[in-house]
Nanobody, 115 residues
Framework: QVQVAESGGGSVQAGGSMRLSCTAS????????MAWYRQAPGKQRELVAT???????VYADSVKGRFTISRDNAKNTVYLQMNSLKPEDTAVYLC?????????WGQGTQVTVSS
């Protein structure tokens, strides 16, 4: 059974930086796609960034130029480097992994940005 687990959330002041990590375990296959979503209170879940094993990285317009997604296939791990954080980035950040056409979600990690 594939499990997806995030780490690295916490609290930071506006303008600061934070790095999130997410590992897909329980599989010998590299995920075809890994992605970060976020959900703020009272708002719909939104895609933050996605990184396929082949193909182009995609970012939400709201994070372009501030966030960077990367992955380490040897570790089945995806990272989200977040710079110039804003209070509106406050949300639960969730990681996903697509492994052999199945989509798996992590439990999420809270990121809080104070002004």
């Amino acid at each position: 059974q594939v499990q997806v687990a995030e780490s690295g959330g916490g609290s930071v002041q506006a303008g600061g930086s934070m790095r999130l990590s997410c590992t897909a375990s329980g599989t010998i296959f590299n995920p075809d796609v890994m992605a970060w979503y976020r959900q703020a209170p009272g708002k719909q879940r939104e895609l933050v960034a996605t990184i396929p094993s082949l193909g182009s990285i995609v970012y939400a317009d709201s994070v372009k130029g501030r966030f960077t997604i990367s992955r380490d296939n040897a570790k089945n791990t995806v990272y989200l480097q977040m710079n110039s954080l804003k209070p509106e980035d406050t949300a639960v950040y969730l990681c996903t992994a697509v492994v052999r056409f199945q989509l798996y979600w992590g439990q999420g990690t809270q990121v809080t940005v104070s002004s």
